[in-house]
């Protein structure tokens, strides 16, 4: 199974690393759209989106049209997990391990997954049940292992192109499955038998 993961992640990394510059603006425009009509939008609170790297969807359409409520939130890696930080355009950044910008914080400040209402996060490739396949570290499954037995809030929603869409993927037993996905074109809910 390690082995089909892998050679798909590197199908669909190149996937999405193909389309072109308007292609990815304007499919940013069309997932902004779409993660802002979600039912599940919150108008307050904490949201957590990403730093798109290696082809990864942008956010930025969305970031700039939350509502004034909202505060946005990027992940931080710490040892063995992530956490969450708040960040506007221009506060300052400082690049983890893998070269992502995060925000350049105090670890007291940081802010747990179940403190956020919603939280956007980047995949690899997804299905039409809401089975997410990210780049193999399980730093969002770790972070959000307590949504394994519990719909607990936060909200998850995957944010990928069409083109990172396959049929089925296999659900490892510590994957944690996303309520809903968001494509530029389509939206994605989670069955109630997943």
Known sequence: MTSDRDALRLELRA???SLTAPQRIAAAEGLAARLLSLPCAPTSGYVAGYWASDGEIALHAWQTRLPKGSVYCLPVLQPGTLRFAPWRFGDP?????????????????????????????????FDPQCHRLGMGGGWYDR????????????????????????????????????????????????????
């Open 15 to 17: 996937r999405r690393r």
């Open 93 to 125: 950044l400082v690049t983890n391990r893998y070269g992502i910008p995060e925000p350049d914080v105090a670890p007291a400040s940081l802010l747990e997954a179940a403190d956020l209402s919603l939280i956007v996060m980047p995949l690899v490739g």
């Open 143 to 194: 972070a959000l292992a307590f949504r394994l037995d519990s719909p607990a809030p936060p909200w998850l929603v995957g944010a990928a192109f069409d083109e990172q869409q396959v049929d089925a993927l296999d659900r490892a037993s510590w994957d944690v499955a996303l309520d809903v996905v968001c494509t530029p074109s389509r939206t994605y809910e989670r069955p109630a038998s997943a």
